[in-house]
Structures are given as structure tokens and as C-alpha cells.
């Protein structure tokens, strides 16, 4: 069982930075592919960003390419989400994921990935 506790979120004006952090129990943190999503009020969860366990491959949501940024750090269990030129629209509660170890899956925007989840931090975002 992995535990995936999010933290970071905030309020911020529009044209800010935050850093989100989620940190991760368990030994194998490494063999996890990771992932970010997002939900906004009314709105269906969305992918954000992920980063593969093997090789660092990182991949992201049109609409943060550019503005946001994933990484991680294995010795520290825990992963990033460095979020640049905030907008109202990237209002949400963010959530972390981590997918099964050594996952093979190459559907990082699918939630079905993802066997883990945080329970998430609130990003406000006013203009």
C-alpha cells in the first residue's frame, strides 16, 4: 500500500508560481510512474502531468505545456509539480498519482494508469 500526501496548494494571484509536493510512503517509490491531475468545481478530473519511473520521460496537458513542470526526486519519495504563470482556469484541486511499480502502461493521461491517489490540495487562482 502506498499513502500519497499532497502539499503546496494556495492562493495566489494570476501571473504567480506555486510548487506543489507530494510525498510518497513505501521503499519503491522509484518503480512508480507518477502523475498529476486536477479537478475543477463542476468539471470532470483532468490529466496535468506525469514522469515515467524509468528514464524520467515526462508528459503534459496542452493547456499547462509550457507553464507547468513535473519531477521528482527518488531519494526524498517525492514528486513536483512546479506551476509558472498561474491563470484563474488552473483552479482546482490538484491531486497526485502513482501507478502499479515498473508500470508498462503508456497511457500516462489515463486515470486507470494510476492505482494510487492523493486526497489532493487546493489551487485558487484569482485574476
Known amino acids: 500500500q502506498v499513502q500519497l500526501v499532497e502539499s503546496g496548494g494556495g492562493l495566489v494571484q494570476a501571473g504567480d508560481s506555486l510548487r506543489l509536493s507530494c510525498a510518497a510512503s513505501?521503499?519503491?517509490?522509484?518503480?512508480?510512474?507518477m502523475g498529476w491531475f486536477r479537478q475543477a468545481p463542476g468539471k470532470e478530473r483532468e490529466f496535468v502531468a506525469a514522469?515515467?519511473?524509468?528514464?524520467?520521460?515526462?508528459y503534459y496537458a496542452d493547456s499547462v505545456k509550457g507553464r507547468f513542470t513535473i519531477s521528482r526526486d527518488n531519494a526524498k519519495n517525492t514528486v513536483y509539480l512546479q506551476m509558472n504563470s498561474l491563470k484563474p482556469e488552473d483552479t482546482a484541486v490538484y491531486s497526485c498519482?502513482?501507478?502499479?511499480?515498473?508500470?508498462?502502461?503508456?497511457?500516462?493521461?489515463?486515470?486507470?494508469?494510476?492505482?494510487?491517489w492523493g486526497q489532493g490540495t487546493q489551487v485558487t487562482v484569482s485574476s
Open positions: 513505501g521503499r519503491t517509490f522509484s518503480s512508480y510512474t
Open positions: 498519482a502513482a501507478s502499479s511499480p515498473y508500470s508498462t502502461s503508456t497511457y500516462y493521461y489515463r486515470e486507470g494508469t494510476y492505482r494510487y
Open positions: 514522469i515515467r519511473w524509468s528514464g524520467g520521460s515526462t
